[in-house]
């Protein structure tokens, strides 16, 4: 149990906030103090010389909590968020600002990194190996985090100011989502459409690049786990490429036609939340069969549109879903387990292309004995839609040998252009 002085000195808290649902933009924050104080009236306590506050306050940052121990290390406890059934917990998006002496130096050490995944233990300390930091908010810095024993990872913050953010990733928040729908609502070559509403009642949206009547279509979804903010800015890589007036922009809107869902959980990247919906529901899982309207009216609200596509005739030819991790593999919809050699024939052409046009190199997860269903598994069996999910690697780049910035993700995106030019060619 912790001392009343060891409470007094840190100031133990738990942040959360909420945004408001119908103002994407505007902001309520909750601060809830939890402490226990049995110090006798007599005792004193000696206050900190240089005393730290984790700011937690503001669009998309963790619900964190914090302690400074006897060694002077900031333990920053994530907050676990639940699947509705099934016993799998996450915690793993990062993002708060620590406000300090400016050239001090704040040790940092991320605590609550044993989720459990697919029903087993599993600590994410292994890919937790660099985060990014800034003074300003708004540029992003990469910085390495340092492995300990038993699992445990520090970060050594250098103060340059009084406040510096710290990340997992580069940030992609529903404001900057926000400013590129407004963008795009003007552009000519797109539409933004709304196709439903999230769990808290946030807009959907579904953006077309391109003609209806290209010969090929493809669906991208981003986001469906809200600490994966990387898939974001590969999508508006693609999107702002295929929406340039070039001449290969418009040989690659005439071959195909982009079907980008750009945020799938905008309630839990509100929230700073890292996996499930509101309702505790993995949105790329269970695709084997129509979502439930109430628990996951997200994926309803896709799956909903999606028939009204193949009755339009405008079958998607390919389904990318674009996620981060700590390994940034490619993981396709499994025909080896559904029976269909020509799909995995197909994968297999995806990646050749992808590691010709673009920097990836990390390779293809090996079929497994069984099927998660993600949505590239269930779009395969129940619609006969090619399908993979893409992730990328957190903290590095194989294909670069550097750690990964917004900047080049927005490349990654600008290449898969090309890369779904060539996969449409034979379609």
């Known amino acids: 149990m912790l001392s009343a002085t060891r409470l007094l000195i840190c100031g133990l808290a738990v942040c959360a906030f909420k945004l408001d649902a119908a103002e994407p933009s505007s902001m309520l924050l909750t601060v809830a103090l939890q402490q226990t104080d049995t110090t006798p009236a ?33 333990d920053v406890h994530l907050v676990y968020d639940h699947e509705r059934s099934g016993g799998n917990r996450a915690a793993g998006h990062i993002q708060f600002a620590v406000e300090a002496k400016a050239g001090s130096t704040v040790t940092l050490e991320f605590i609550n990194l044993n989720n459990i995944y697919n029903g087993a233990l599993g600590s994410i300390a292994g890919e937790l190996q660099a985060v990014v930091v800034s003074e300003d908010g708004t540029t992003w810095t990469p910085v390495k985090t340092r492995a300990l024993p038993d699992k445990r990872v520090q ?38 459409m709304v196709i439903g509403k999230t769990v808290e009642g946030r807009d959907i949206e579904i953006v077309r690049v391109g003609d209806t009547v290209a010969p090929c279509h493809v669906f991208v979804r981003a986001r469906a786990h809200p600490w994966e903010a990387g898939g974001n800015w590969v999508a508006k890589g693609l999107a702002d490429r295929l929406l340039l007036g070039d001449a290969d922009a418009k040989t690659f809107r005439a071959r195909y036609c982009l079907w980008l869902l750009p945020m799938a959980n905008k309630d839990g990247v509100a929230k700073g939340r890292t996996r ?12 084997n069969a129509l979502a439930d309207e109430k628990l996951a009216p997200e994926n309803f609200a896709l799956e909903t549109w999606l028939n009204q596509q193949i ?61 998660t269903f993600t949505l590239a598994d269930g779009w395969l069996q129940r619609y006969g839609i090619d399908g993979a999910v893409h992730e990328f690697n957190c903290h590095w780049i194989a294909g670069l040998k550097e750690h990964p910035t917004a900047a080049q993700w927005q490349d990654y995106g600008a290449s898969l252009a090309r890369v779904l030019f060539d996969y449409c060619q034979d379609r």
């Open 42 to 74: 007599a005792a004193t306590t000696k206050p900190l010389s240089d005393p730290v506050f984790i700011d937690c306050g503001f669009e998309n940052a963790s619900p964190v909590w914090y302690e400074r121990t006897d060694e002077g290390v900031v």
């Open 276 to 287: 499930f919906n509101l309702n505790g529901m993995d949105l790329n899982r269970g695709w």
């Open 311 to 371: 009755k339009s005739g405008r079958r998607p030819t390919l389904a990318l879903e674009l996620h981060n991790d700590g390994y940034g593999k490619l993981q396709p919809g499994r025909p080896s387990v559904l029976g269909d050699p020509v799909a995995a024939e197909r994968m297999t052409r995806l990646e050749t292309l992808l590691r010709r046009h673009t920097w990836f190199t990390e390779g293809s997860t090996k079929p497994a004995a069984g099927i």
């Open 155 to 192: 970060l050594e913050l250098q103060m340059t100011g009084p406040r510096m953010s710290v990340a997992r990733v580069h940030p992609y928040r529903l404001s900057d989502l926000d400013q590129w729908l407004t963008s795009v609502r003007t552009n000519p070559l797109a539409e933004v």
